[in-house]
């Protein structure tokens, strides 16, 4: 099924200088981005991002991490995007995550863990809804669209 996914390069990513490291693997994949832009992210927005992590310990340390400086957001496009982007993502600890994730390639701590990719369809929709505005998203084809779908 064609999809639509909310992946965020996260501050340390930024700052440690792997922002095209991470965009280059989601075009070498095929996926196509539809909307990309960088801000630091608002507390009121970082806290409704991560409203599932709400109440638990750690979540004061995410809030402040996420907005502690430029973070880029992107929403990407294709076929079953959602799980795609979460398998190059890797586990959510990059000490647990596998060699070629991008989480395993270029991470070491659960809490500088460099990307973040939507969950389930419904994340999906409901982060992109948080990040962008219906105008930002861009229509068009990739010109490698029939030599990447049968
Ligand atoms: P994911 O980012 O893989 O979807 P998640 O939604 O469970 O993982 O958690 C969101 C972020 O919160 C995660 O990327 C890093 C942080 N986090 C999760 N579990 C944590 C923990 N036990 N201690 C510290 N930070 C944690
Ligand atoms: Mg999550």
Do not use: C
Request: proline residues 3%; hydrophobic residues 40%; aromatic residues 6%.
């Amino acid at each position: 099924m064609m999809e639509r996914t909310f992946v965020m390069i996260k501050p340390d990513a930024v700052q440690r200088g792997l922002v095209g490291e991470v965009i280059r693997r989601i075009e070498m994949k095929g996926f196509k981005i539809v909307a990309m832009k960088m801000t630091t992210i608002s507390e009121e927005r970082a806290k409704e991002h991560y409203a599932e992590h709400e109440g638990k310990k750690f979540f004061r340390d995410l809030v402040d991490f996420i907005i502690s400086g430029p973070s880029v957001q992107i929403v990407v496009e294709g076929r079953d995007v959602i799980a795609a982007m979460r398998k190059m993502n890797g586990a959510t600890n990059p000490a647990e995550a596998v060699p070629g994730t991008i989480r395993g390639d270029m991470g070491i701590e659960t809490g500088r863990n460099v990307v973040h990719g939507s969950d389930s369809s419904a994340s999906a929709e409901r982060e992109i809804a948080i990040h962008f505005i219906e105008s930002e998203l861009q229509d068009y084809r990739r010109i490698d669209e029939a030599w990447l779908y049968e």
